[in-house]
């Protein structure tokens, strides 16, 4: 996402490198609130809430998603080269669907879904990547959330047991 952001708000917005930085250092800073305040306080205060973690960050990158894939679509259709705030609203999505990946499998396999979408993206509008990958992360989140049974802590399922 970061890669093919810069280039869709150079397109679409003429965004200097300046604007880009503020942009992807607004990603960062959210993503690191978010992961060092809200992600390891409900960690640490619920034990483990991994599967609702996990479903907010995914629900946030679907949302974050549609919302760029919005502003794309709304600036090729009146010509407007001014950023909204889907803009922004679709970053603020993007650093909530970074922030819980913990793990480093988890960041490989998020990087390397990366790849496969820098490879493909230049082949079709900027605007119908972001609509397809909204879709295709909405319908990943439902198949999780209905699917993923809830993890249970060692010492909750051990009291459980007594």
Not at 101 to 127: C, E, H, N, V, Y
Not at 130 to 155: D, H
């Amino acid at each position: 996402m970061e890669y093919t952001l810069t280039f869709l708000t150079h397109d679409k917005f003429d965004f200097s490198n300046a604007q880009q930085g503020k942009l992807l250092g607004f990603i960062g800073i959210v993503s690191t609130v978010i992961q060092g305040g809200y992600v390891r306080r409900v960690k640490s205060r619920s034990g483990s809430r991994d599967k609702a973690l996990v479903a907010q960050g995914m629900a946030g990158c679907a949302l974050g998603l549609l919302s760029i894939a919005i502003c794309a679509f709304k600036a090729e259709a009146t010509g407007y080269s001014a950023p909204s705030w889907w803009l922004w609203a679709g970053s603020f999505g993007f650093a909530q669907g970074m922030a819980p990946k913990d793990t480093g499998k988890r960041l490989g396999d998020f990087r390397s879904a990366g790849q496969i979408g820098r490879a493909l993206g230049p082949m079709l509008r900027a605007a119908v990547c972001y609509l397809i990958g909204a879709i295709a992360v909405a319908a990943i989140t439902t198949v999780f959330v209905s699917t993923i049974p809830s993890t249970i802590t060692r010492g909750a399922a051990k009291a459980k047991t007594s």
